[in-house]
């Protein structure tokens, strides 16, 4: 072998080790924003600490999940484990499924989002150096006839983090160094959000991308999952639970726990609609208790009735909400009013009033509406469409639109063939620098939202 073949090699191996660096830094980096954009998540969801909803989690039914002989990769057993518990300790349950696949699945609102957010959160704590970093990417905008997993989920680091499209000199940007079976633990949401014709598609890209280094979260309604597995197969190597709904007695309880108003004769302000729920046996009591059954309902009526001067008992009449349909509408469209809006006396004002909030929506609804885009809650809200598991996903989504400070972007590091420090600086980051945005056109411009 030459000289120069030789110092080629010597060089190919500085650059890889440069590489390697760099990629552990990126996830070393990620990792650190990721827990603290969750975090704030969670506490803004209310969905840490004393005020966590007490939804459980059981196994779910056998035909949703695969052979238990090939989810306990190398332990050569076929024996179940009870995958039942609180979404607490979802991370608990997860260590026990050894090929790291799992599929949580329940109905709207039954709190999917809020376990594989809880879940995330709890590996990114325990994260070691070597371990897998967990992404929460949600599915809609997959086609999983076009692009496979992985580069999708490159292309997404890459629009996320637009210092990740920097080449890498060995034939692949960051990005794709960076979106590996043996790097991400990527949480797949709303495999239900993704069109009906695509659903069977995905899973059966899934499977057929899979490896035994890939460890995957899925979540999906669970019908809309039964469906996708009767035209496919189920998720390979992975367990599936089931969120179950809140029951009457975990129900009162919450309730009664996270309000500290009473009514004007001392009584609880959920007292009468606990009474009906609890006594009653008519259809308008099984409305309520099916209504508010749901995490997602009934965190929108704490944040319509615990934190404002509304009066829950307004649900208890039966000809304004003849339907659990027309309930969860009106706990919808009271939900903007309601955060943007305090009690006289008590805390601080809102940063924006509910009649800006709901004009600065609408505007996002009609530009949605302008690209092809699912219609955002400001016009499923105004229309009376939207289905409860979107209104939790159109706000998430509509997040970085409203006036609050914009999520930092990854710190830009140099391309990895420049130095040999590229890994320090980016697991040691500088502050954080916010990503560029497209210029609005005036169209869409709605003007400075009015500060109360």
């Known amino acids: 072998m030459g000289d120069l073949a ?48 007490p939804v459980l989690c059981g196994t779910a039914e056998r035909d949703l999940f695969d052979h238990w002989s090939r989810i306990r990769t190398g332990e050569r057993s076929d024996q179940p484990h009870a995958l039942d518990g609180d979404v607490a300790e979802i991370d608990r349950l997860y260590a026990l499924v050894p090929s790291g696949r799992l599929v949580i699945l329940g109905e709207p609102g039954a709190g999917k989002s809020v376990a594989a957010l809880r879940l995330g959160l709890r590996l990114l704590e ?68 993704m069109p009906a014709e695509r ?9 057929e991308g899979l490896d035994e280094h890939t460890h995957l979260i899925l979540t999906c309604g669970a019908e809309q999952y039964r469906n996708a597995v009767r035209q496919a197969d189920v998720l390979s190597g992975a367990a599936a639970v089931t969120l179950q709904p809140l029951s009457l007695r975990q129900l009162s309880e919450y309730l009664k726990a996270s309000t500290r108003r009473a009514r004007t004769d001392g009584t609880a302000l959920w007292e009468p609609v606990l009474a009906r729920m609890r006594d009653g046996d008519d259809p308008h009591a099984r409305r309520l208790r099916a209504a508010l059954s749901s995490p997602l309902m009934l965190g929108l009526a704490l944040a319509v009735y615990g934190e404002t001067a509304a ?81 939790r996903r159109e706000f998430r989504n509509l997040r970085p639109h409203l006036p609050c400070p914009a999520r930092p972007s990854l710190p830009p590091g140099p391309a990895p063939a420049t130095d040999s420090t590229a890994g320090d600086r980016l697991a040691h980051p500088a502050p954080h620098r916010a990503g560029r945005r497209r210029p609005q056109r005036p169209e869409e411009r709605p003007g400075p939202l009015s500060r109360t």
């Open 199 to 207: 659903r069977a598609a995905a899973l059966r890209a899934l499977n």
């Open 126 to 193: 325990r994260r070691e150096t070597s371990d897998r970093a967990p992404v929460i990417i949600p599915l809609a905008s997959w086609n999983p006839a076009d692009t496979g997993l992985w580069r999708w989920a490159a292309q997404r680091l890459s629009t996320e983090h637009p210092e990740l499209a920097k080449p890498t000199g060995f034939g692949t940007v960051l990005a794709q160094e960076v979106a590996r079976p043996e790097r991400l633990l990527l949480i797949l949401e709303e495999l239900d959000e």
């Open 6 to 53: 030789v110092l080629a090699l010597l060089s190919r191996g500085r650059h890889e080790n440069v590489l390697r660096a760099t990629v552990n830094g990126v996830l070393a980096g990620l990792a650190r924003e990721q827990t603290a954009q969750w975090r704030g998540e969670a506490i803004g969801r209310r969905v840490q600490g004393p005020r966590l909803l």
């Open 311 to 391: 009066d829950p008992a307004e649900l208890l009449d039966a000809a304004v909400f003849p339907t659990r349909a027309r309930m969860e509408k009106h706990l919808i469209a009271r939900l903007v009013p309601a955060v943007c809006t305090a009690l006289p006396g008590v805390g601080q004002p809102p940063r924006w009033r509910a009649r800006d909030a709901a004009r600065h929506l609408s505007l996002l609804a009609r530009d949605a509406a302008r690209h092809g885009a699912p219609p955002p809650l400001g016009e499923a809200g105004r229309t009376g469409t939207a289905h409860p598991a979107r209104v």
